[in-house]
């Protein structure tokens, strides 16, 4: 298996502009999370989907940002419109059985300038 | 609700020495823990994990034991390498996934 696979690996935008992180989980895992990574903040759980539901979104930090899975292989995180605070790296994580695991992407490093 | 505390860092150790880094958790329930490793510009790798009382994970030569009387799941490693130098996560699961705050460990030669 490839692991889970995050696309762009670095993604550097304007304030302003709509940005779109994807992800693909492994294959049979029914569990998917985003989070996010700051030196300031740490990791945080932005949201977490189970059979493609979204179950948490309590993470999301505002209105700006949304994320759909629509399916069993796929999912993204957008933020409409980015600044600047949102510059991190989105790490993008999904498992089976929770107590067993999770595999994490090797996330996406996004600079809002 | 749920919360991981870990030690703080940074970390600075010599080569061979032993390595303990502290966890304790809070939860309702009966949490899996876990312990991940983050290297320098990677993403996080599950380093072990225990998903009950006393079970005690183990990987790499480090290893850590689900102590539910003190809530805790300290990692330790008899000797150290630099090759260890990196960001140590304990996390706990029920449902999702709570990380603590992180410890960056820097082993030098």
């Known amino acids: 298996d490839a692991g889970v696979i995050q696309s762009p690996r670095h993604e550097v935008t304007e304030m302003g502009q709509e940005v779109t992180l994807r992800c693909k989980p492994i294959?049979?895992?029914?569990?998917l999370f985003w989070y996010r990574q700051t030196m300031m903040r740490g990791l945080e759980l932005l949201i977490y989907?189970?059979?493609?539901?979204?179950?948490?979104d309590s993470g999301m930090p505002e209105d700006r940002f949304s994320a759909k899975m629509p399916n069993a292989s796929f999912s993204t995180l957008k933020i409409q419109p980015s600044e600047p605070r949102d510059s991190a790296v989105y790490f993008c994580?999904?498992?089976?059985?929770?107590?067993?695991?999770?595999?994490f992407g090797s996330g996406t490093r996004l600079t809002v300038v | 609700g749920d919360s991981v505390t870990q030690m703080e860092g940074p970390v600075t150790l010599s080569e061979e020495a032993f390595l303990t880094i502290n966890c304790t958790y809070t939860a309702t329930g009966y949490p899996s823990l876990f312990w991940y490793v983050q290297y320098p510009g990677e993403g996080l790798q599950l380093l072990l994990k225990a998903t009950k009382a006393d079970d005690k994970g183990s990987n790499k030569g480090f290893e850590a034991t689900y102590r539910k009387e003190t809530t805790s799941f300290h990692l330790e490693k008899g000797s150290v390498q630099v090759s260890d130098s990196a960001v140590y996560f304990c996390a706990l699961s029920q449902g999702n996934l709570i990380f603590g705050k992180g410890t960056k460990l820097s082993v030098k030669p």
């Open positions: 294959s049979g895992h029914n569990s």
């Open positions: 994580a999904s498992s089976l059985q929770g107590r067993d695991g999770y595999t």
């Open positions: 989907f189970n059979n493609n539901v979204p179950i948490d």
